[in-house]
DNA sequence: ACTCCGATTGTT
DNA sequence: ACAATCGGAGTA
């Protein structure tokens, strides 16, 4: 699932500016399998997981290390919490909006916490339906495999193995 | 109630 | 290499 992400649009309208991105990094958390994922077994549905319980294609949005925000796909059906972590975008369109957003700062938007704050995704859209404004999932290209490549997770301790990164091959929305 | 620490980023 | 910064989750 995480794989067919990279290549597909990301078209924010937050705050009535539009700013566009193209899916270049993402990581694949497989639920209550998966001991790196928020909505592991042994936790269950929270307050903070719940929207990974609920219907594919809608955000789930949190708050890292105090002052981030990461977003995710949810992939799973309902009460299959399964998300893909969106970690970097190539600018599409409003460059200059993401670059205020980020004052000024580089990279853009190549890293989960950049990438949120470039687009303007916040708090306000957890659990949002991804096929509707302000935050829209959108079809984009098919990225070849041979311009793919994959890598365990980062940031993890638990299962951080796991070839679960997935990302397009020179792109500069890809992290480290 | 209290402690630990994280799916990160920016600066030293 | 390390600080910033705070709420979720586990322990008591």
């Known amino acids: 699932m995480a794989r067919e992400l990279l290549g597909a649009r990301l078209v924010s309208?937050?705050?009535?500016?539009r700013t566009v991105g193209v899916i270049v990094e993402c990581?694949?958390?497989?639920?209550?399998?998966?001991?790196?994922?928020?909505?592991?077994?042994?936790t269950g549905a929270t307050e903070r997981n719940r929207a990974m319980f609920g219907p594919a294609?809608?955000?789930?949005?949190?708050?890292?290390?105090?002052?981030?925000?990461?977003?995710?796909?949810?992939?799973?059906?309902?009460?299959?919490?399964?998300?893909v972590l969106l970690r970097g975008v190539e600018p599409l369109e409003?460059?200059?909006?993401?670059?205020?957003?980020?004052?000024?700062?580089?990279?853009?938007a190549a890293g989960?916490?950049?990438?949120?704050?470039?687009?303007?995704?916040?708090?306000?859209?957890?659990?949002?339906?991804?096929?509707?404004p302000p935050l829209v999932l959108a079809p984009g290209w098919?990225?070849?495999?041979?311009?793919?490549g994959v890598s365990g997770r980062i940031g993890v301790r638990a299962a951080a193995e796991r070839p679960y990164r997935?990302?397009?091959?020179?792109?500069?929305?890809?992290?480290?």
Not at 27 to 42: C, F, I, K, M
Not at 58 to 82: E, F, K, L, S
Request: hydrophobic letters at 35%; proline letters at 5%; charged letters at 25%.
């Open 13 to 17: 309208t937050v705050g009535g500016v």
């Open 27 to 42: 990581e694949a958390y497989e639920g209550l399998d998966d001991p790196a994922s928020h909505a592991a077994t042994r």
């Open 57 to 83: 294609g809608h955000a789930y949005v949190y708050r890292i290390y105090g002052m981030h925000w990461c977003v995710n796909v949810v992939t799973g059906r309902r009460d299959d919490p399964q998300a």
């Open 94 to 108: 409003g460059e200059v909006e993401m670059s205020r957003r980020r004052r000024g700062r580089k990279p853009l």
């Open 112 to 132: 989960p916490g950049r990438l949120c704050e470039a687009l303007g995704v916040d708090g306000a859209l957890y659990g949002h339906d991804l096929r509707h």
């Open 142 to 148: 098919v990225v070849p495999d041979d311009a793919v």
């Open 166 to 176: 997935f990302f397009v091959r020179g792109s500069a929305g890809v992290t480290r």
